[in-house]
Every structure is written in structure tokens, then in C-alpha cells.
């Protein structure tokens, strides 16, 4: 289980070297947690690998919650500089499917550490920490950019938020051995057309489909 941060807050890095230290424990953490998982891994062992004290790790993460929350929080962070905008013609709606399917099949293919990664950014909920908004942020403008929202509306984001949850419990009930990954995809398609059709640029890109059909006519 994650040890107990006793309610201490989070050290937030600042200066260059803080900030690579806090880098290299959160790459460290995944590389263990590839293979250990949430309860294998022992917060030793990170600050081992990282190359950093004790002190040092517990000071930045006061527990393997606040760290596993933070490797997804880099995870995404980097998929989201690195995601393409969606190719021209392509559905909106099918480009965010096409996405979170993508990120499922990497997570599954190192399924300890997703499932400590999900595991612990779900129990950060009940807190709110800097890593958790920064979840949420990554998320929602993914979608957002991939939906072409570049404004979205409180009902936008409301919808996306919907969609990340539905989500979520997708992909653990993968985890978990539920359902199969094969179940899992057509799910979240669908899921993503039945709750981002009421989008606020939904009648937009329907009218951009329509352009771009070819005319039987011609």
C-alpha cells in the first residue's frame, strides 16, 4: 500500500538542479515501476536509482501516491507535446477514440505501472495535488485540440471531463482482467460518440464533413 503522507504537503521544485533531481526520481520510479509495481516497489530503492537521498525523495513525494501520480502527470505531459493535431478530414470525435485507445495500448503494455500510475492519480483525487490538475490539464486539452475546440465552453469541458471518466474505468476494468483489450476499444469509440456529440463545434464539423463528401453528380 502507499505509505501515508501524514497530510504533508509536496515540495515544488524550483531552482535548475531541483527540478533535474525531481526529474530523474520521477523517470527512476517508472523504470521500477515497470517491473515492481505499486506495493513491490520500496521508496529506497528510488532514491537509489535516482541518485538522490532519502530525504530528498520523501520532501518532493510524501508518498508512492503524490510519485505515481506524478510519472503519469510526465506521461502525459510529453504525449501531449508530442500528439500531432488530427489529420485534415478526419472526425473529430474518432480522432479522440483514436487517441485514448493509442494511450490505452501503451499503459497496457506495462500494466504494473499503469495500474499504479491510475491506482494512485485516483486516491490523489480526494486531495488535489499540483500533479492531479496537471493530469486533468494535459487531458483536457488533448481532447480539446483534437475535437478543434480551441475555446471550449464550460458544457465542452464538461463533456470531456465525462469522457476521461468513462474512460478511466475502461481501462482499469483492462487492468483488472474484466474486459479484454479487444472489448475495451470499441467501448471507448463508443462511449466518445455517444457523450462528445453534443459538442459546442459539433454542427461546424458535421457541415465540414458534408463539403468534403464528393458529389454523386459529378
Known amino acids: 500500500m502507499p505509505r501515508r503522507s501524514g497530510g504533508r504537503p509536496a515540495a515544488e521544485p524550483s531552482s535548475a ?9 520521477v523517470r527512476a520510479a517508472a523504470r521500477l515501476g515497470t517491473d ?11 532514491a537509489k536509482e535516482a541518485g538522490v537521498a532519502i530525504a530528498t525523495l520523501y520532501r518532493y513525494f510524501p508518498s508512492k501516491t503524490h510519485l505515481f501520480t506524478a510519472v503519469l502527470a510526465d506521461q502525459l505531459g510529453r504525449l501531449s507535446t508530442e500528439t500531432p493535431d ?20 501503451q499503459l497496457l503494455f506495462r ?17 488535489t495535488t499540483h500533479d492531479t490538475d496537471k493530469i486533468d490539464r494535459a487531458l483536457k486539452d488533448l481532447m480539446a485540440r483534437m475535437l478543434r475546440i480551441r475555446h ?14 468513462c474512460w ?6 483492462t487492468l483488472n482482467g474484466r474486459t479484454s483489450m479487444t472489448d475495451a476499444e470499441p467501448e471507448i469509440r463508443l462511449a466518445c460518440h455517444l457523450l ?17 463528401k464528393p458529389d454523386a453528380h459529378s
Open 152 to 165: 471550449p465552453t464550460t458544457h465542452d469541458i464538461t463533456l470531456i471531463r465525462l469522457v476521461e471518466q
Open 17 to 25: 538542479d531541483q527540478k533535474a533531481r525531481h526529474r530523474r526520481i
Open 36 to 46: 515492481k509495481g505499486l506495493d513491490g516497489m520500496q521508496m529506497h530503492d528510488v
Open 168 to 173: 478511466y474505468g475502461v481501462l482499469m476494468s
Open 111 to 127: 500494466p504494473l505501472l499503469a495500474h499504479a500510475m491510475l491506482q494512485s492519480s485516483q486516491a490523489a483525487q480526494a486531495t
Open 196 to 212: 462528445l456529440a453534443p459538442r459546442s463545434n459539433a454542427d461546424e464539423c458535421s457541415v465540414d464533413a458534408d463539403e468534403e
Open 86 to 105: 488530427p489529420a485534415p478530414g478526419q472526425d473529430p470525435v474518432d480522432a479522440v477514440a483514436d487517441l485514448l485507445i493509442d494511450v490505452s495500448r
